[in-house]
Antibody
Framework: EVQLVQSGAEVKKPGESLKISCQVSGYSFTTYWIGWVRQMPGKGLEWMTMIYPGDSDTRYSPSFQGQVTISVDKSISTAYLYWSSLKASDTAIYYC????????????WGQGSLVTVSS | QSALTQPASVSGSPGQSITISCSGTSSDVGGYNYVSWYQQHPGKAPKLMIFDVSNRPSGVSTRFSGSKSGNTASLTISGLQAEDEADYYCTSYSSSTTLYVFGTGTKVTVL
């Protein structure tokens, strides 16, 4: 069974760093793209970034380039999203998702990680 | 990179059919058959309903169908049911970013 399990809720202060995770199971981690999506409170979905774990090919949305860093640890089948300096506007739910095989769509999703940034 | 344009809300009575549009450009919706649709219930993760314009994943009701004409894709829900009440988002691959872009989202209300 394919599963994407994300790290838990975080409460941080502005300026702090944060890394959230997405651990996958049930499939070959290195052969499927993993993406991250932001959903701000009461708002729509936004693509942030994606990575191909096999060779670490990485893409960023212009809106998020330089604001976050995506990475993977193949040894534990885990993808990460990292902020070096959080802002209040980073408060949101973050979802990871897998791009399916034979399709250009995202077929499995994590449960979401709530990040709250407040002084 | 601008979001794809969807109507903010669409409503229908049980049993009726509704259609949600998703308008983009030749760099995204119009340029590729890589449009997919997601259903999101409150407090839940998105769920894939249609991939590559018109294909249904295993387990998704046949009441959901997708199509595309030019720069506009559409999701049709036939035989509307109470459980279909949710937010719906389209997404497409975009050559301008080599990433994906979401639609603005549509709230479907079952009257």
């Amino acid at each position: 069974e394919v599963q994407l399990v994300q790290s838990g809720a975080e409460v941080k202060k502005p300026g702090e760093s944060l890394k959230i995770s997405c651990q996958v199971s049930g499939y070959s981690f290195t052969t499927y793209w993993i993406g991250w999506v932001r959903q701000m409170p009461g708002k729509g979905l936004e693509w942030m970034t994606m990575i191909y774990p096999g060779d670490s090919d990485t893409r960023y949305s212009p809106s998020f380039q330089g604001q976050v860093t995506i990475s993977v640890d193949k040894s534990i089948s885990t993808a990460y999203l990292y902020w070096s300096s959080l802002k209040a506007s980073d408060t949101a739910i973050y979802y990871c998702a897998r791009r399916g095989s034979g399709m250009k769509a995202w077929d499995y999703w994590g449960q979401g990680s709530l990040v709250t940034v407040s002084s | 990179q601008s979001a794809l344009t969807q109507p903010a809300s669409v409503s229908g009575s049980p049993g009726q059919s509704i259609t949600i549009s998703c308008s983009g450009t030749s760099s995204d919706v119009g340029g590729y058959n890589y449009v997919s649709w997601y259903q999101q219930h409150p407090g839940k993760a998105p769920k894939l309903m249609i991939f590559d314009v018109s294909n249904r994943p295993s387990g998704v009701s046949t009441r959901f169908s997708g199509s595309k004409s030019g720069n506009t894709a559409s999701l049709t829900i036939s035989g509307l049911q109470a459980e279909d009440e949710a937010d719906y988002y389209c997404t497409s691959y975009s050559s301008s970013t080599t990433l994906y872009v979401f639609g603005t989202g549509t709230k479907v209300t079952v009257l």
